[in-house]
Nanobody, 125 residues
Framework: QVQLVESGGGSVQAGGSLRLSCTAS????????LNWFRQSPGKEREGIAA???????TYANSVKGRFTISKDDAKNTLYLQMNSLTPWDTAMYYC???????????????????WGQGTQVTVSS
């Protein structure tokens, strides 16, 4: 059984930066598709950044150029570097594990199998 634990959320002023981490434990294959999502109150969960099994990194238009997804296979950890944050980025951020899959437009193509519990990011103006 795989568990995902996010950390690094918090409160920051507009223009600031945060780095989220997601550490995986259990029987995990870091070559499976890895994904970051976010959800604001009243909105649907949005896939924002993903690393496909072929190593390709893709982003939603809403974060392209500001957020960077990366991973450290040796540490079983996924990261999301977030720069130039705006109040529109305020949300609960979730990491997620898919299966062997490519990624497109910030999402793994195949369904997600495991979710983290989420970490809150709040950006004030």
């Amino acid at each position: 059984q795989v568990q995902l634990v996010e950390s690094g959320g918090g409160s920051v002023q507009a223009g600031g930066s945060l780095r989220l981490s997601c550490t995986a434990s259990g029987d995990i294959n870091m070559r499976d598709c890895l994904n970051w999502f976010r959800q604001s109150p009243g909105k649907e969960r949005e896939g924002i950044a993903a690393i496909g099994s072929d190593g390709t990194k893709t982003y939603a238009n809403s974060v392209k150029g500001r957020f960077t997804i990366s991973k450290d296979d040796a540490k079983n950890t996924l990261y999301l570097q977030m720069n130039s944050l705006t109040p529109w980025d305020t949300a609960m951020y979730y990491c997620a594990l898919g299966t062997w899959s490519n990624a497109y437009d910030g999402r793994c193509i195949r369904p997600i199998t495991t979710w983290g519990q989420g970490t809150q990011v709040t950006v004030s103006s």
